[in-house]
């Protein structure tokens, strides 16, 4: 009985027990841990833009929960255009962008959560960085290394840049450059590296009248940027010699160096103000957006252009046009018109039946009085659209190489001969009525693969062929007989396949009427060898829109270079840009050495920032009275022109700035 009053006494207590239990849980209720990968971030990422510099600035997020990255894209255009976007990755809320100088750009960005997960899309921001003015520094663009000082180290330039590397002597490495500085002009020093070897420190000083001012000390990471120095800090002023020490400290040594220069950021003057100009225009629509100047082009062509290519060249450096032709008929024409930069025309052909050519045309330019060194239209006239521009190219011979057709030099063949005033002429006793002379040579196709033949007498025909090295058989160079006097052209890297140092045999055929004809003769000017520039054309179903602008004078000797800043741009279009002389009416294109050396390089189809030397263009100097004229092509295109300029300064000379 006892026991079943304590067993009944132990379930009152366990019950009470778990009352109290019960009770005290309930006092704080409980609260289920979301997993990581439920949790659905929300609201819209957003930052502020500021510390903006010639070439970078910084982003400050605002701070959101649970997050591990930011997004950044970063563009050349407003709607973000794949080609021409780049994805950044940002761990912290604050993130500094670099960017070219004298560059807009557009940035977006968005807060990805740790579950992978993204908060909203950002708003875009406009980024316009002021305008480095460049007072001394080195970019490496022309090579030149002489002037600096290396201890423990091998330096070269790719022309591009300045390549440090150890000379094996030492764990460390330092190189050394004095510049001349006005520091009543320089606010900032800046050092741009592009690389460094990996577990190495960069430390970098100045040294000003024997004291040293540290830059950086024991970097070991290099972003994607540069260190700046406020040298307003240094409170002096006037001329003064700075020595920039850069030193490669522990593990691999060994840095790559973007440039070094001082400058000071502004904007410049505005000279072509818009609104102002007297301006007309010509198949397209203009407009005016917050002071910028918008070009959009008509949707389709109302008038046919003749299709036509602008090249500028020296005719005495690149003599001969020669055009290809493909996919014609019989009864196919063409006709060839050229005109100078005066929209004169200096030569009309005939109307010629391509077949009766072999679709193969040359033109002596020089033959043809075409000889100053001017912006020249090539435009062409064909019968049938389908037929196809193989190549138009224009060659030019080099003054060192040369193969003298004389006699002596030559080796006589079967049935011909050359006599001593240097003539070949057919053997009497030969049994045909042609014959040929022989000399092997070596020429380097890469660098002259263009073949000159200059026929000074002919009577009869003529012909040549080549030997390669080690073959048998020949293969035909020219027609397999040409009647005509004067200067034609082959390459002969398509002829060999090669654009290597190659060795092969020319032989030159002379042609009679009949066997052992002695009224046949050719004489030949020396052989020569030059190279060749492709020129491009343009297609005739575009919309080809023009927008001139009345200038003032401009005195070329204080504002020496023209740049323009093309905000947006859209796909597939291009744009041009012109400075007209209103004294003659000569237009000049703005175009870079390099682009008018090499016109594939050429492309006008990106926003940026484009710089051009004037007096490298024109060759003018003093006071000028120019004309502006934009040139835009494409169907339905629209270029957004922030503005242009005329400056004093060009930081980096005769090169093309665009953002990325």
Known sequence: MKNIQYIKVMIICVLMLALVSCTSTTETPYEPNVPEYNYIPEGKTSFEVSDIESGSALLTFDEKER????????????????DFTKTLISKESSYRLYFNDNSQIYVMAKAIAENGKSYDVSDVKTIVSPYANLVVGDDF??????DWTTINANISSDYHSLIVSPDGTS??????????????????????????????KISAFMTIDEVRYDIVLDMSVISR????????????????????????????????????????????????????????????????????????NDLEPSVISTPSSEVDFDPNELSILELYLSGYYPRDTIKLTISNSLDEQLYISDVMYITNYDGYFTFDLLALNITEDDTYTISYEISNEEVVIDMMQLIGESDNELIPVVYGQWIDGYSAYMTENDTIKLKSSTIYNYGDVRQT??????????????VAELFGAWSVKVVP??????IPVTSLAESQTGKSAYDLSQVLQSSDVTTFTFVIFVIGGYAGDQSA????NPITFGNALSVISNTSDEVTSTVEYDMTTINVTDFRYIYIRVS?????????????DKNTNRRFEMKTSLEKKYTQRYNRSKVGFYIYDIYDITGFTGEMTFGLMIQVIGNDATVNIQDINFTTNNNIPNHIVSVY
């Open 225 to 296: 940027g540069y260190v700046r120095f406020n040298l307003n800090e240094l409170n002096m002023t006037g001329s003064k010699d700075i020595e920039i020490t850069i030193m490669s400290e522990e593990g691999n040594i060994g840095f790559q160096l973007d440039y070094i220069r001082f400058i000071y950021e502004s904007e410049h003057q505005l000279i072509s103000d818009f609104q102002s100009i007297d301006k007309t225009n010509e198949f397209n629509t203009i407009s005016l957006n917050n002071g910028y100047l918008n070009i959009q």
């Open 67 to 82: 997050v591990s990255h930011y997004e950044i894209k970063v563009s050349n255009y407003s709607d973000f255009q794949s």
């Open 521 to 524: 003769m050719l004489k030949m």
């Open 171 to 200: 764990s460390e490495l330092t190189i050394k450059k004095t510049f001349e500085v006005n520091l009543d002009l320089a606010e900032i020093l800046e050092i741009k590296w592009i690389t460094k070897n990996t577990n190495s």
């Open 441 to 454: 040579v070596t020429v380097d196709l890469g660098q002259t693969p263009i073949v000159f033949f200059d």
């Open 141 to 146: 663009s022309l090579g030149a290394i002489d």
């Open 568 to 580: 947006e741009i859209s796909k597939d279009a291009q744009w041009k840009l012109y400075l007209i």
């Open 469 to 474: 090295e080690g073959a048998v058989s020949d």
